[in-house]
């Protein structure tokens, strides 16, 4: 049989929020453990298996090494760095380039030869990075990109509007980060447009709230790390999600890092955006009829990742 396997490599609060999803939600039926501390992935593993009997999977879950990623279709990157006290964005980047650097060398030289995918902040310069020390081609390296961003506006927009979130079609694209945006020329409402559908209920709905909406978003994270030290439910799932879309071939749209080849006037950087998903990676990118405005906020923040990569000392 052609089993679907997975290696998560990291085995922090994101990268087991990951693994107890999947676990939930079955998208594989084997997952590798690796961490840099092997008594931890042991015992994650361990864990994790205790809860099979209570589980619709029969995966089979253990603690692994670098050479366990031949024949695995995903290798899952959640490891990383925390950000030290006074320690600039750019400094941490060095310190994560490093870590990479032990990670994606042992995977390649095991033979791999499937999907990167990176969750690891900021996961944007991440995928980059994974991409130029992989050599593999871009299709098959990802990054988690937006996607999370995404759930959270369609949750807060269904609240807004009282839809179910699965009938709203919107998106944040650019960076994982402060220069992320919503490009509400976009925005559908089953099929209506969401200006359409606030022009139509004036006494309900106010364009003002959109950019409310925005700022919720963007803030999301920064909020729930003040509340609770990090982030790691929302992003586990939905790495299981593109996982899902990958390993079932779904041809689904997520708003994944993955780069850009002339779309939008671009090229090499990786950004948020939509993409269609499937066995091979990203099949293909959708780029957006932006507006004006929005068009320059995206180049904005693709200048802010491609700057912020070219100040980086440490180059594979």
Known sequence: MDKRK?????????GMSFAYAALNQNPCDELVLI??????????AMDLNHGLAFSKTSMNIYAGEYCDCKGADIV???AGVNQKEGESRLELLE??????????????????????????????IMTRITYEMSGFEKSKVIGTGTTLDTARLRYLMGNYFSIDPRNIHAYVIG???????????????????????????????S????????????????????????????IGMAIVRIVKAILQNENSVLTVSSKLNGEYGLNDIF??????????????????????????KFRDSANILSECYNSLHFKH
């Not at 945006?181 to 409402?189: D, E, K």
């Not at 364009?207 to 439910?233: M, P, W």
Request: hydrophobic share 40%.
């Open 6 to 14: 997975v290696v998560l490599v990291g085995t922090g609060m994101v």
């Open 35 to 44: 961490d840099i501390n092997k008594e931890r992935a042991i015992g994650e």
């Open 76 to 78: 899952v990157i959640c």
């Open 95 to 124: 310190r994560n380039a490093k870590v990479f650097e032990s990670i994606i060398k042992p995977v390649v030289d095991s033979g791999f030869n499937g999907i990167f995918l990176v969750a690891t902040n900021p996961v944007d």
């Open 175 to 205: 960076e994982h980060g402060d220069s992320e945006f919503v490009p509400w020329s976009q925005a559908l409402i089953a099929t209506k447009p969401v200006f359409d559908v606030i022009k139509d209920n004036k006494d309900k709905f």
């Open 207 to 234: 364009l003002d709230e959109l950019e409310n909406i925005t700022y919720k978003v963007r803030t999301s994270a920064e909020q729930i790390i003040k509340a609770k030290g990090a982030t790691y439910y929302g």
């Open 271 to 296: 950004i948020g955006n939509p993409c269609i998903i499937n066995r091979y990676g990203v099949r293909s990118i959708l780029e957006l009829s932006l507006q004006r405005d929005e068009a320059k």
